[in-house]
């Protein structure tokens, strides 16, 4: 049977992945710390993001958090790139 232009998903085409492993540790009642890495992968780059995320939450709901990222773009030897480094808060 072939695929047809006018049916439902004939264009999906796949552009790249992103996957990302976690882990939060609950350091008190009101604390939470959670390291993490994240992958993103495509044709044309690997991103790396190992993060950091801390967060503190008040008694009645409310929280604050805030997270540290760096950012590592690696491009293939043959794009002739250089590799990037991001520190973004």
Not at 38 to 53: A, C, G, Q, V
Request: charged share 25%.
């Amino acid at each position: 049977m072939a695929i047809r232009a006018d049916q439902p998903f004939a264009d999906v085409v796949g552009n790249g992945h992103e996957d990302q492993i976690s882990w939060r540790w609950k350091a008190t009642e009101n604390i939470a710390l959670t390291p993490a890495f994240t992958l993103e992968s495509n044709d044309s780059r690997t991103i790396y993001k190992p993060n950091l995320h801390l967060q503190y939450s008040f008694d009645n709901g409310f929280y604050v958090a805030a997270r540290y990222r760096y950012e590592y773009t690696r491009y293939p030897s043959s794009s002739n790139k250089d590799d990037d480094k991001v520190k973004p808060w």
